[in-house]
């Protein structure tokens, strides 16, 4: 049921209560910064949109009709309520100021977020900032719950309940040991098809990277494959070692490659039309971030274009 109009009047409703206390609607509207004339229109107007009678005015002051008694009883009531209201809405903006929840994926929070975190605290040195970690599936889940007020991922696809901005990209590298027996063709390109048949190390689902590699392939073959032989690893460090050790073709950021493949413990794989380029995208729930979080991704965006 909805309330009321009139209940929207909260300013009349507390000049009431200033009457009540004062037994004078000239020392009530004093106390409220107005002239006499306006408090009395305001009572008045007050009057009729409630439909009965609040005051009586003699020379000696202003008494309460019995409907007045009831309804400064009950105002009171509202009166505080909307001033609790008021009041943790106050606090919760100043808490909003003084800190910044981030939730972020692992190769943006590896890689990237230190530096922006660490930019963004030069001009914040009290700031409060926490720093999550998990795959996109749950940064996303941190951003709609409110547990984070901004949430990085490397995912594809955006939920269409979040607000996105996209501050840079990432590439995916397919890497494989030294002494894999594809690295002797690493000087050339392979076919999606000869990927399909190889244990794959992929992250687990949920994984921003894992969802980009498999829509890759997806696109490259035209179809979705089965890959019976992909292996399902829960972090970037695990999917390393075990391309290292010649488990198979590793699916990482070529940020995470990068150190390997220079020191020749990796090789990196060439695969004919697998687009592997990926969008890092700044995510936040509400049409805005806060303050803090729209400065943070003002930072991400300008260290990714340098």
């Given amino acids: 049921m909805p309330l009321p109009s009139w209940i929207s009047d909260l300013p009349a409703l507390d000049l009431l209560l200033s009457v009540a206390e004062t037994g004078s609607v000239g020392r009530a509207a004093q106390a409220h910064g ?43 009531i509202v009166i505080d309520s909307a001033q609790t209201l008021a009041d943790g809405v106050l606090a919760l903006r100043a808490d909003r100021q003084a800190r910044l929840r981030v939730s972020a994926s692992l190769t943006v929070a590896e890689y990237l977020l230190p530096a922006w975190l660490l930019s963004l605290r030069r001009t914040h040195p009290e700031l409060a900032i926490s720093a999550g970690v998990a795959n996109s599936h749950g940064v ?30 990432d590439r995916l590298a397919l890497v494989v040991a030294a002494g894999y027996p594809l690295a ?5 390109a392979l076919r999606p098809t000869d990927l399909a048949d190889q244990p794959l190390l992929l992250r687990e689902p949920g994984s921003g990277t894992r969802d980009t590699f498999l829509t890759a392939i997806e696109h490259a073959l035209g179809f979705a494959p089965s890959l019976p032989h992909a292996i399902s ?63 943070l991704v003002t930072i991400a965006a300008a260290a990714s274009a340098d």
């Fill in 34 to 76: 107005i002239t006499q004339p306006s408090a009395s229109a305001r009572l008045a107007k007050l009057e009729r949109r409630l439909g009965v009678p609040l005051l009586v005015r003699s020379r000696r002051g202003s008494l309460l009709t019995p409907a007045g008694e009831a309804v400064v009883a009950w105002s009171r």
């Fill in 140 to 169: 996303v889940e941190a951003v709609r719950s409110g547990a984070a007020d901004l949430g990085f991922v490397e995912s594809p696809d955006i939920p269409a309940d979040l607000t996105a901005r996209i501050v840079g990209d």
């Fill in 184 to 188: 002797a063709h690493a000087w050339r």
């Fill in 233 to 295: 690893l829960g972090s970037t460090t695990t999917i390393l070692s075990t391309a290292r050790a010649g488990g198979g073709i590793g699916v990482i950021s070529a940020r995470a490659a990068a150190p390997a493949v220079a020191a020749g413990e990796l090789v990196e794989l060439r695969v004919e039309g697998l687009l592997l380029t990926r969008p890092l995208h700044a995510l936040w729930l509400g049409r805005t971030p806060t303050d803090l979080g729209a400065e």
